[in-house]
């Protein structure tokens, strides 16, 4: 399997966030969206904001391999069992990021209506500092990120198709990010993040 070329540190203050972006080849990166968008049970929960519930904009799936569930946002997810191919990409992300990930919890952004609001990957399940590896596959989405304590400091990247972006250290603490929804035509994208439930 093809290997990534290139990594770049994205230099941010209070943070250990680093971007591949050719993490899969092109080929691997279609086999791999098309098969997850085809084989995955996917499901939109309800999501609870200011007080008012809605229909989570996105879709969403948890595989694992301890049993642990996942919660978030009032939303408590089981997990799957991992497929052939999220074992093939989770053997390919843990070496790279040198931790054995448990979990994977996979989005599908349908459009640009589709989006992942403002949030740290914090949950205490999550552990004292996270590791966090996000692969990206389908149509590019710009990956904000605010800090916490000075939310004029920002920065955007934009997540290709085969990517990954690996977050660790202490970066959960001081950074909060987000998919914002764009008026813009945008094709179909799948992301899944990597993470440790303990």
């Avoid at 999501?47 to 694992?64: C, E, H, M, S």
């Avoid at 996000?134 to 990120?145: E, I, K, N, Q, T």
């Avoid at 660790?168 to 008026?183: D, L, N, S």
Wanted: aromatic share 12%.
């Amino acid at each position: 399997m093809q290997l990534f070329t290139e990594k770049r540190d994205l230099g941010l203050v209070d943070s250990d966030i680093w971007y591949y972006p050719n993490f899969l080849n092109n080929k691997q990166a279609n086999e791999y969206f098309d098969i997850l968008k085809t084989d995955t049970p996917w499901r939109q929960d309800d999501i609870k904001v200011f007080g008012k519930v809605y229909a989570q904009p996105r879709l969403t799936a948890l595989y694992g391999n301890n049993g642990r569930s996942y919660s978030y946002s009032n939303i408590t997810m089981e997990s799957l069992s991992f497929t052939k191919e999220l074992k093939q990409l989770k053997s390919l992300v843990d070496k790279e990021a040198g931790v054995e990930f448990t979990t994977c919890l996979l989005n599908l952004y349908r459009d640009g209506k589709d989006s992942n609001g403002w949030h740290s990957d914090d949950e205490k399940e999550l552990g004292q500092n996270p590791v966090i590896a996000s692969v990206s596959l389908g149509a590019s989405r710009f990956f904000h990120l605010r800090h916490k304590s000075d939310k004029t400091i920002r920065h955007k990247i934009l997540l290709e198709h085969g990517s990954l972006l690996l977050m660790r250290g202490e970066t959960q603490h001081f950074w909060q990010h987000q998919i914002a929804k764009t008026a813009k035509k945008v094709e179909e994208r799948i992301n899944l993040t990597f993470r440790i439930i303990q």
